[in-house]
C-alpha cells in the first residue's frame, strides 16, 4: 500500500493539473475525472514507472510527455489537424507549417501544455509527496499490467468519442507521420545518456529562487505565446532559454530533488493564474467556474506547502545520516 498510494495519487493529479488547474475543465464537471484519468493519469503514471525502472531522467520524462501529447492531440482527438475542433481556439490555421498539416502556434501550445504540464509536473509534485520512495518503481508487474490496459481503455474511450462526435478524420499521410514522431520520440527517450547531475564543484541556486525563476519563465512563455509567428518565436525563445539554464543549474554538485520540486512547483503556480483566463472545454463557465478555480488554486497551494514541507524534512534527516555516516568512518 505504501506505493500502491502515490500511484493513485499520481493516476487522478495527472488530470486534475492538466485540465481542471488549467481551466480546460470546469468545477460542475469534475466527474468527468475517473475518464481523463484513464488518460492522463496512466499516461502520466506508465511514463514515470518506465523511466525509473531503466534509470532515465527528467529529460526522459519530457520526451515522453512529448510523444504522449502528440498521441492525445495528434492521433486521438486531432485537435491538430481539426480547425473546428473547439470554438475557443484555432491551432490548424495560424501560423501554418506547410505539409505538416497543423500550425506552429498549436503544436508548441499542445507540447507545453502535456509534455510538462500534464505528465512532468503531476510526477515531480506527487513524488515530493513521498520523497523516501520517489527514486524507486511504485508498481510490480500487475500494476504496470492495469495501468497499460487503463491506458489502452483511454485510448478507445477518447480515439472513438471524439470520433463519433466530431465525425473528423484527418487524412492518414498525417496520421502516419504523427505515429512516426511518436515512436522516434519514445525511442530517443531511452537512448539519450542517463543523467549526470551534480558533476560539477559549484554550487546551485537556492530550491526558492529556482521556485520564483521557473513561474517567472514559464508564466512568460504564456504571456508571450500568441497565435502569430512573433509570439510563436518569443515563447521558443523563452523555452530554449530556459532548458539551457536548467541543464546548467543540474551539473552543479549541490543540485537535489528539492530544486527538481521547485521548478514543478513555480509552473503549478503559473497553472493557477493562466486556468482563471480560461475558457473551459467541458462544464459551465461564468461563476461556476471561478469559484471552483479558486478552490482548485487554494488546493494546489496547499499541497505545494505539503510538498515542501515533506521535501525539507527528508533533506534533513538524510543530511544527518550523512553526518553520521562521516562520524562513524571516522571513528
Not at 530544486?259 to 462544464?283: E, K, M, N, R, S
Not at 459551465?284 to 505539503?306: D, K, M, P, Q, Y
Request: net charge neutral; charged share 10%.
Amino acid at each position: 500500500m505504501r506505493n500502491t498510494l502515490p500511484a493513485v495519487g499520481l493516476f487522478f493529479l495527472a488530470p486534475l493539473v492538466g485540465e481542471a488547474l488549467l481551466g480546460a475543465t470546469s468545477l460542475d464537471a469534475l466527474a468527468l475525472l475517473p475518464v481523463l484519468a484513464l488518460l492522463y493519469g496512466s499516461g502520466a503514471l506508465l511514463i514515470r514507472e518506465l523511466v525509473r525502472r531503466t534509470g532515465r531522467g527528467w529529460g526522459s520524462v519530457l520526451l515522453l510527455g512529448a510523444a504522449y501529447a502528440l498521441l492525445e492531440e495528434g492521433l486521438l482527438d486531432q485537435m491538430l489537424f481539426n480547425a473546428d475542433y473547439s470554438g475557443n481556439y484555432d491551432m490548424v490555421t495560424v501560423t501554418p507549417i506547410p505539409l505538416v498539416g497543423t500550425g506552429a502556434y498549436g503544436l508548441i501550445s499542445v507540447l507545453a501544455v502535456h509534455a510538462l504540464w500534464s505528465i512532468t509536473v503531476p510526477i515531480a509534485l506527487m513524488e515530493a509527496l513521498v520523497p523516501d520512495r520517489a527514486a524507486r518503481p511504485w508498481l510490480g508487474r500487475t500494476g504496470l499490467t492495469v495501468t497499460a490496459v487503463l491506458l489502452a481503455l483511454g485510448i478507445v474511450v477518447v480515439g472513438w468519442g471524439s470520433y463519433d462526435e466530431s465525425g473528423f478524420m484527418a487524412p492518414w499521410p498525417l496520421l502516419a507521420g504523427t505515429a512516426a514522431v511518436v515512436a522516434a520520440l519514445v525511442a530517443t527517450a531511452f537512448l539519450i545518456p542517463r543523467p549526470r547531475a551534480g558533476i560539477e564543484s559549484r554550487g546551485a541556486p537556492r530550491p526558492l529562487f529556482v521556485a520564483v525563476a521557473s513561474c517567472a519563465a514559464t508564466s512568460a512563455f504564456w504571456l508571450v505565446l500568441q497565435p502569430s509567428w512573433v509570439g510563436v518565436a518569443a515563447a521558443l525563445a523563452i523555452a530554449v532559454a530556459a532548458a539551457g539554464i536548467v541543464h546548467y543549474w543540474a551539473r552543479a554538485g549541490d543540485w537535489a530533488p528539492t530544486h527538481i520540486f521547485a521548478l514543478a512547483a513555480g509552473a503549478t503556480l503559473t497553472y493557477a493564474w493562466v486556468g482563471f483566463g480560461q475558457t473551459p472545454d467541458q462544464g459551465s463557465g461564468g461563476t461556476v467556474n471561478l469559484v471552483g478555480h479558486i478552490l482548485l488554486s487554494f488546493a494546489a497551494v496547499a499541497l505545494l506547502c505539503v510538498g515542501a514541507r515533506r521535501m525539507g524534512t527528508h533533506s534533513a534527516r538524510a543530511a544527518r545520516m550523512a553526518v553520521s555516516e562521516r562520524k562513524t568512518q571516522h571513528g
